[in-house]
């Protein structure tokens, strides 16, 4: 009796091993090369977001940290609107995709093909304020309602999704943010959202203060002006002939970030205003404006535009081929 005893309670523990196993399996999850999968974001660590249809959204962790915002009086290709230099300090890490958000990642959210996308610009009666003026997007961008492919570059899933506003982005996250939520993977107080300005700019310096992360040539981190033609097939705009590259292809910065320099120019949630100069934390731009913030450059930009510290400003209804957007999950107004 004693021996069946022991027995029973050797293959209970082994039964009770196996299935604390299965359970972490179907809880936590594996990825395809074996490693657990976080069903949460954690602080600290990469955060690959599920997205319908079996795609994800990797993102990097960005530490908090204090860094100098704008550029030196020295820089090559500087602009009036990148000074006074300001000591930025931001005292919450966030997250932040690893490349801008695809074609792919889009469709898999909206259920919005880029054609689609661009269909729906082009045929939209809608009176937006453009600088104080009432107008249709198509006719404030000068685009043909009945000619979608001449606006258009490729279309393919692993591209920078393009012709993305303000607008439509921000709520992009929102529906990330409502999506989340509902599926319990959220933490209370965050939400996704564009970077600030100052998120941007922290994250794509990672450490660096000269004019790019980059020790050697600027072919080697973005598609810009140079280089964005070279072998490029398909659909293309302008002569010779461009358009966006496939994310991921160029070489990231120290904390994971591809494409943040070139290839689209990226939405920030500010508003455009001048820096303050000094010493701030966690700046949130301006509280009114006409024009939101969009950094990086773009394939179409030149090399002056591909800077760490270089702003630009459109109107936040304004869709473009050179313009698109990366998300970030930060702590809910930080």
């Excluded at 500010?270 to 820096?275: A, E, H, V």
């Excluded at 930009?301 to 800077?307: C, H, K, P, V």
């Amino acid at each position: 009796m004693k021996q069946l005893v022991v027995l029973w309670q050797k293959r209970k523990n082994v039964l009770m091993t196996v299935l604390y196993g299965l359970l972490i399996f179907l809880v936590v999850g594996a990825s395809p090369g074996g490693k657990n999968q976080d069903i949460i974001p954690i602080p600290g660590k990469p955060w690959d977001l599920p997205l319908p249809g079996k795609t994800t959204l990797p993102m990097s962790w960005i530490p908090p940290g204090t860094f100098s915002m704008g550029s030196p009086e020295t820089e090559q290709g500087r602009k009036a609107d990148e000074s006074p230099q300001t000591k930025v300090t931001l005292t919450n890490g966030y997250w932040l995709g690893n490349t801008e958000v695809t074609i792919g990642q889009w469709k898999a959210v909206t259920g919005q093909s880029l054609r689609d996308k661009v269909n729906k610009l082009l045929n939209d009666e809608t009176l937006y304020d453009f600088n104080g003026k009432q107008l249709k997007e198509r006719d404030f961008m000068n685009f043909d309602k009945n000619d979608p492919g001449k606006i258009m570059a490729n279309e393919d899933d692993m591209l920078p999704m393009y012709f993305v506003s303000w607008n439509e982005a921000m709520d992009f996250c929102r529906k990330l943010t409502e999506r989340e939520r509902a599926h319990g993977r959220l933490s209370a107080g965050y939400e996704y959202t564009l970077p600030t300005e100052a998120q941007w700019e922290y994250a794509c310096r990672a450490g660096t203060t000269g004019p790019t992360y980059s020790n050697g040539s600027l072919d080697d981190i973005a598609w810009y002006v140079k280089n964005s033609s070279q072998g490029y097939t398909g659909k293309g705009l302008g002569n010779p002939p461009a358009g966006p590259g496939a994310v991921g292809e160029k070489l990231p910065n120290a904390w994971g970030m591809h494409d943040i320099l070139g290839n689209v120019w990226q939405w920030c949630r500010d508003w455009y205003g001048p820096y303050p100069g000094g010493n701030v934390t966690d700046p949130q731009g301006p509280l009114t404006g006409t024009y939101r913030v969009n950094r990086g450059g773009s394939f179409g930009s030149g090399a002056n535009d591909e800077r760490s510290a270089n702003r630009a400003k459109n109107p936040p209804n304004e869709d473009s081929a050179y313009r698109g957007f990366r998300v970030a999950l930060c702590a809910v107004g930080r």
